[in-house]
């Protein structure tokens, strides 16, 4: 017996070691964006030009130097920065209005894109010879830097100026393809074109598509140079090739949100809080009106796989930066706090679908949708079906037809 316990700890002994050199060598994979590329690649191309950036403070070098100081370093000329949702310095909750400003000491003006206008203007790009867009995407329709891009691409287009697309990974890895593709009269800036809600491509594949499949609403196709990555892998999440996360918005603070994003930010078009007003965004989930142990026997009934979910008690706050007025201020909250356990089965579209089941089963004269829900999802028959009591399966499968479609047309613009 002692000699079989003494090869047994000897075999989970060298197993541990080997996990350990895997997770060290997934670690260091190594991963060259578009910026980090673009100075060696395309420096004397537009060393002379007049550049007109679009970026925020997640447009950064491998090493954590923002691209733009590096462009600055090397006497290139930048007319103006372009600014998106959440403002240059990505300090703006969302869907607050962005005025213009500028960089401090190197005087560049921020043109807001997210104010007035949510498109660059030719007034705009009177003193820029080319665009370079510089923006990270974590992978779902309704983040709104890839309506950004759209709206980039038909500026390039419209305006006869080129557009250098500095490609960058998909955090959350770009195989998992997931939810339905949005209708047609759902568009709006929170889902731009026909993509399910998870799509699985960088935005240099994104752009791709966006111009090929003529879905920029123009017969101009714009002058589009993509500087490609190097070293990345579909399967590759962000920590398998990157140790510090940059925040891409507020309510991103780090890769296990950018995972279950693309599913619990439905909850956003509810009467449920999906965790702002907390340091857990769409980790956290609750309201006054749910009991979180009745609600966790619900999901456990449902089949919840690859997540922990405990109880959670907490109230919304206004956090300055992150948070404006959040549902129920000031309101105790019960709820669940979720912890992804296996990243690479789980599937946050279904998990939401289930989630939001089981609230309106639970509690079908609290719970309610708002006129948003349909713009997250892109498709109104969800709303109706959850209504109705329809099983979260048949829901699900309603919208894989579409899906199976948009991977084949997807195939096409695939770069990596």
């Known amino acids: ?50 550049i007109g950036l679009i970026t925020n403070s997640a447009g ?8 733009y100081k590096e462009l600055l370093d090397n006497k290139f000329t930048i007319s103006a920065i372009f600014s998106t949702e959440h403002g240059f310095g990505i300090n703006y909750a969302d869907g607050h209005n962005i005025n213009n400003s500028s960089t401090g000491k190197d005087s560049i003006p921020i043109i ?26 974590i992978g779902a329709r309704f983040f709104s830097y890839i309506s950004t891009l759209f709206y980039s691409l038909q500026a390039s287009a419209q305006n006869n100026i080129p557009i250098v697309l500095l490609d960058r990974p998909v ?45 920029l609403g123009t017969k101009l196709k714009p002058g589009l140079i993509t500087v490609k990555l190097k070293g990345w892998k ?6 398998d090739y990157a140790k510090n996360w ?63 979910i405990v109880p959670v008690k907490y109230i919304p706050k206004t956090i300055p930066g992150m948070a404006e007025k959040p549902k129920f201020e000031d309101q105790s909250c019960n709820g669940i706090s979720i912890t992804i356990t ?10 939401s679908i289930k989630l939001l089941y089981a609230l309106h089963n639970l509690y079908p004269g609290e719970f ?35 899906l199976q479609e948009f991977k084949r047309i997807r195939n096409k613009y695939l770069l990596y």
């Open 1 to 50: 017996m002692a000699i079989l316990f003494n090869m047994i700890k000897k075999l989970s002994t060298i197993l541990f070691s080997l996990l350990l050199v895997s997770n060290c060598f997934a670690q260091n994979v190594k991963v060259e964006t578009g910026a980090d590329l673009f100075l060696t690649e395309y420096s004397k191309i537009f060393k002379t030009k007049k």
């Open 60 to 67: 950064t070098l491998s090493n954590g130097k923002p691209f």
């Open 112 to 137: 807001s894109i997210y104010g007035i206008a949510k498109k660059i203007t030719p007034e705009m790009l009177k003193n820029v010879d080319v665009l370079i867009f510089d923006l990270p995407a």
């Open 171 to 215: 955090p959350i890895n770009g195989i998992n393809v997931e939810g339905p593709v949005i209708e047609k009269e759902l568009e709006s800036f929170v889902g731009i074109a026909p993509l399910p809600i998870r799509y699985g491509m960088t935005v240099g594949e994104l752009a791709n598509y966006f111009i090929n499949e003529n879905l």
């Open 234 to 239: 579909r399967n590759l999440y962000f920590d």
């Open 246 to 308: 940059i925040k891409p918005s507020p309510n991103i603070p780090d890769l296990e949100t950018a995972l279950i994003y693309p599913g619990t930010c439905l909850v956003e078009g509810t009467n449920v809080s999906e965790g702002r007003g907390t340091y857990r965004p769409f980790l956290t989930i609750g309201a006054p009106f749910i009991d979180s142990e009745d609600l966790i026997d619900e999901l456990n009934d449902l089949g919840i796989k690859e997540i922990k």
């Open 342 to 351: 296996n990243r690479k089965l789980f599937e946050p579209i279904s998990f």
């Open 368 to 402: 309610k949708f708002t006129n948003y829900f349909d713009n997250l999802s892109g498709n109104a028959s969800i709303r109706k079906d959850i209504l109705a009591g329809m099983k979260p399966e048949r829901i699900i499968a309603s919208w894989q037809k579409g």
